[in-house]
């Protein structure tokens, strides 16, 4: 009996509600690779990349699909400099594990989506 109550006492501890992680995730900053100012997530926009290709024999690409997120990139509030995840020095240790690691969805911690398709960079409606 005590030991389970310790056990509940510990488990509620360690748990953090999902609008704390997601509190968490809009205050972390990045540091910007243009600029080099910190901005925090939540402030800035969410590049969606997207490949293309022909559906049909042609050049005309008119099939697109999300790029894997470390080839998408993080626009900065600052400088709109296009941080690209891949090689931000943040990505495995900062960025990477918020977005994926933490089940967030990246609608809720960026403060806008952008698709990118090819040269057009297009808001997303929400
Ligand atoms: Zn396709
Ligand atoms: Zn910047």
Redesign the pocket.
């Known amino acids: 009996m005590d030991t389970q109550l310790d056990n509940s006492r510990e488990n509620a501890r360690d748990t953090i509600t999902p609008e704390e992680k997601l509190k968490r995730a809009r205050e972390t900053m990045i540091m910007?690779?243009?600029?080099?100012?910190d901005?925090s997530l939540g402030n800035s926009e969410f590049i969606q990349d997207h490949y293309g290709h022909s559906s049909k024999t042609g050049n005309l690409v008119d099939c697109w699909h999300p790029s894997e997120l470390p080839t998408c990139s993080i626009k900065?509030?600052?400088?709109?400099?296009l941080?690209y995840i891949y090689t931000h020095p943040q990505s495995r240790q900062v960025i990477i594990p918020i977005i994926i690691f933490m089940g967030l969805q990246k609608e809720n911690i960026f403060k806008g989506i952008l698709d990118r398709k090819g040269d057009q960079i297009l808001s997303r409606q929400q």
């Open positions: 910007c690779t243009h600029c080099l100012s901005f900065c509030p600052l400088c709109s400099g941080n």
